[in-house]
C-alpha cells in the first residue's frame, strides 16, 4: 500500500493539503503540516494526487 510523507524542509505550512485531505495532514504541536495518516486508502489515491500536484512547493511524497 502506497504511502505519504511531508518532507517538512519544503513545506511552507499554507495548510492547502489540510483543507483538501484533513484525514491525512493536520497541524503539529510545533505549527507545521504534518501526516496523519500514511497509508493512503483504497479510493483516495486520486485525492492524494490531487494533493501531491496542488502543493506549492511539491513537498507532498507518495511512495
Ligand atoms: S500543501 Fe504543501 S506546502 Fe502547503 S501545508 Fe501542505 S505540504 Fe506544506
Same mark, same amino acid.
Given at each position: 500500500?502506497?504511502? /505519504?510523507?511531508?518532507?517538512?524542509?519544503?513545506?511552507?505550512?499554507?495548510?492547502?493539503?489540510?483543507?483538501?485531505?484533513?484525514?491525512?495532514?493536520?497541524?503539529?504541536?510545533?505549527?507545521?503540516?504534518? /501526516? #496523519?495518516?500514511?497509508? #493512503?486508502?483504497?479510493?483516495?489515491?486520486?485525492?492524494?494526487?490531487?494533493?501531491?500536484?496542488?502543493?506549492?512547493?511539491?513537498? #507532498? #511524497?507518495?511512495?
Amino acid at each position: 500500500m502506497a504511502k /505519504v510523507r511531508i518532507e517538512k524542509e519544503h513545506c511552507t505550512a499554507c495548510g492547502l493539503c489540510n483543507a483538501m485531505a484533513p484525514d491525512y495532514f493536520d497541524w503539529d504541536d510545533d505549527g507545521l503540516m504534518g /501526516v #496523519i495518516q500514511e497509508e #493512503i486508502a483504497e479510493g483516495d489515491e486520486d485525492l492524494i494526487e490531487s494533493c501531491v500536484a496542488d502543493c506549492p512547493t511539491g513537498a #507532498i #511524497i507518495v511512495e
